[in-house]
C-alpha cells in the first residue's frame, strides 16, 4: 500500500521504516530540515536498536523516502499517518498545533478518486478524530464527497529503546473507525503484522511462541480513550510501588521482596512494579495531564490520576533529600550522576527524572559530574542552561565525587565492581535510585548506601 507520514519521531519515523520492511510504499514528511537530510542518509536522528541496518535497507529496496514536504505526497497515499508531537501546554491540555498544520496540509493535498484513510496515531485527546477532520475540511476549502476520505484512530504503544520489537511484535493493535472500509484498509495493512507472516528481519528476531497478534476493532473515541488509560494505568502502577517504597522504609520492609511477593500474582503482574526515582519520558506526564484535563473540562475530578503525579514529582524530590540526609551540606560539593536517559535503551530525555535531580543540585550549590552511556549529547543539545560537567566514562565521573547518584538502570553499570565505586569516590556515599545493588553488598564494599524502599 501506499503510506505517507507526517513527522519522522520515534513513531513516525519506526512506523515508516518497519511499513517499508514489510513492503509497503512510504513517504515520510518531517519539517526538521537536518533530520531529512540525516535520515537520507541512512542515519536515525535517535537512538533505537536496529534503527539504522533497517533504515539503510529499505532505503536502498526504494520503499522508503523523506521528504520536507508534503506537496504531491498526499494525494497518491491510501493510509495517511498524523505522527507529529503533542506536547502539553502549560495547562495540562495538549498541544494540538503541529496535528492541526500536518492536518491542514493532508487537507490541501486530499484527492477525490478514492478512500483514503487519515489515521491520528499521535496520542491525541478524546475526540481529536473529530476536531482534525474539520481541520482537514479547511484546508481542503469544503467538503470532499462522502467516503472520500475519513479520520480513524490507531494509537501508539511503543516504547523508545525497543520501538522496532514493539512495532513488530505488539501486545496488540487498536483500531478505531466509524468506517467500515477504513477498518478493512488498515487490516490490510496491518495483516504481515497481524498474523505474523513476515520473515523476521535479522536485527530484532520475533519472539518464540508468537503467531498473532491481537485486534480490537472499536469506535474512535474509544480507541482515543485506550491510549490515555494505558499509560494512566502504567503510571499509576509505578506510583503505587513508589508509595509502597516509602512506607517499607519506614517500617523496614524491602519493596523488592514486597513487589516480588505482590507480582506473583496473576492478577497484578510483575511488570512496572519497581520502586525507584520515579517515571518519566515523553508520554506519561503528558498523557496524565492531558486526560487529567479532559475529565476536568466534562466536570469528573480524577484524584487517582492527580495522586499519581504527586507521588511522582514528590518521588524525584526525595532522592536529593536522601543526599542531603546523606552529605548534609551540599553546596560547594562534588556529586556524580550515573544515567541521564527516563530509561535504558534511549538517549530521550523528555521529563526525565534526572533534569529534575540536576536542577535541584544545581540550585542547591552541587557541582555536578554526569555519565549517560548515550544520552549526554541530548543533554548539551536540549538543555544547555544545565551546568554539568560530561565524563568520558561511568569511573571518571566519581573522581573526586562525595556521592554517586543512579538515575538510570543501564546494564553496564550493575556490572560495574562496588569496590571499584568505593575506591573511585572520595566519600563513599551511593544513592541508588534504580536498586541496582542490595544493600548488604553494597555496605560491605564499605558505601554507606540508600536504596529506595529496603534499608
Ligand atoms: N515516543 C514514544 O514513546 C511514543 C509512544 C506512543 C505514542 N507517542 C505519541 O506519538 C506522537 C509523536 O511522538 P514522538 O515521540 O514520535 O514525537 P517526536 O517529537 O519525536 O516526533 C515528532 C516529529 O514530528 C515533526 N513534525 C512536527 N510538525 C510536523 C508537520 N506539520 N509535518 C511533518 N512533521 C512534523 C517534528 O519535527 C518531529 O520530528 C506523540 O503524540 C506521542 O505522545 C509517542
Known amino acids: 500500500m501506499q503510506v505517507t507520514i507526517f513527522g519522522a519521531g520515534y513513531v513516525g519515523l519506526v512506523t515508516g521504516v518497519v511499513l517499508a520492511e514489510l513492503g509497503h510504499r512510504v513517504t515520510v514528511i518531517e519539517v526538521v530540515a537536518e533530520k531529512v537530510q540525516s535520515i537520507r542518509q541512512g542515519t536515525s536522528p535517535i537512538y533505537e536498536h536496529g534503527l539504522d541496518a533497517m533504515l539503510t535497507r529499505v532505503l536502498a529496496s526504494g520503499n522508503f523516502q523523506v521528504t520536507d514536504t508534503s506537496e504531491g505526497v498526499v494525494e497518491s497515499a491510501d493510509v495517511i499517518f498524523i505522527a507529529v508531537g503533542t506536547p502539553p501546554l502549560a495547562s495540562g491540555e495538549a498541544d494540538l498545533r503541529y496535528v492541526r498544520q500536518a492536518a491542514l496540509a493532508i487537507g490541501h493535498g486530499l484527492g477525490s478518486r478514492k478512500r483514503q484513510v487519515v489515521v491520528n496515531k499521535a496520542t491525541v485527546p478524546i475526540g481529536s478524530a473529530n476536531q482534525v477532520e474539520v481541520w482537514i ?66 536485527e530484532v528476531m520475533r519472539p518464540r511462541g508468537l503467531s498473532a497478534v491481537a485486534l480490537v476493532e472499536t469506535d474512535r473515541i474509544s480507541a482515543e480513550m485506550i491510549k490515555y488509560a494505558a499509560n494512566a494505568f502504567l503510571a499509576t502502577k509505578i506510583s503505587f510501588a513508589n508509595e509502597i517504597a516509602n512506607i517499607c522504609e519506614r517500617v523496614g520492609a524491602d519493596v523488592i521482596e514486597v513487589s516480588r511477593g505482590i507480582g506473583l500474582d496473576r492478577r497484578i503482574g510483575d511488570r512496572f512494579l519497581n520502586a525507584g526515582a520515579g517515571w518519566g519520558g515523553s508520554c506519561f506526564g503528558k498523557d496524565l495531564s492531558a486526560l487529567i484535563y479532559t475529565a476536568e473540562e466534562y466536570g469528573y475530578h480524577p484524584q487517582l490520576l492527580q495522586s499519581t503525579v504527586s507521588v511522582n514529582r514528590d518521588q524525584r524530590h526525595r532522592i536529593v533529600s536522601r543526599l542531603q540526609n546523606a552529605l548534609k551540606t551540599i553546596k560547594g560539593r562534588r556529586v556524580a550522576i550515573w544515567g541521564l536517559a527516563f530509561k535504558p535503551g534511549t538517549d530521550d530525555l523528555r521529563d526525565a527524572p534526572s533534569l529534575t535531580v540536576i536542577a535541584e543540585l544545581s540550585r542547591l550549590g552541587a557541582r555536578i559530574h554526569v555519565y549517560d552511556p548515550v544520552a549526554m549529547p541530548t543533554l548539551k543539545r536540549d538543555y544547555p542552561e544545565l551546568e554539568v560537567v560530561y565524563a568520558n566514562g561511568a569511573i571518571e565521573a566519581l573522581a573526586g565525587a562525595e556521592a554517586l547518584i543512579v538515575l538510570t538502570e543501564w546494564p553496564a553499570f550493575s556490572q560495574i565492581g562496588l569496590d571499584q565505586i568505593a575506591q573511585a569516590l572520595s566519600r563513599p556515599i551511593l544513592i541508588d535510585g534504580r536498586n541496582l545493588w542490595t544493600p548488604g553488598a553494597a555496605r560491605a564494599a564499605g558505601l554507606d548506601y540508600h536504596g529506595v524502599g529496603r534499608s
Open 137 to 202: 475540511e479547511d484546508g481542503f476549502d469544503g467538503k470532499p464527497a462522502e467516503d472520500v476520505y475519513t479520520v480513524a484512530s490507531n494509537p501508539e504503544f511503543l516504547r523508545e529503546g525497543t520501538a522496532i520489537y514493539d512495532t513488530l511484535y505488539p501486545d496488540r493493535i487498536v483500531l478505531g473507525a466509524d468506517r467500515s472500509w477504513a477498518l478493512e484498509q488498515l487490516k490490510a495493512l496491518y495483516r504481515p503484522i497481524l498474523d505474523q507472516t513476515f520473515s523476521p528481519p535479522p
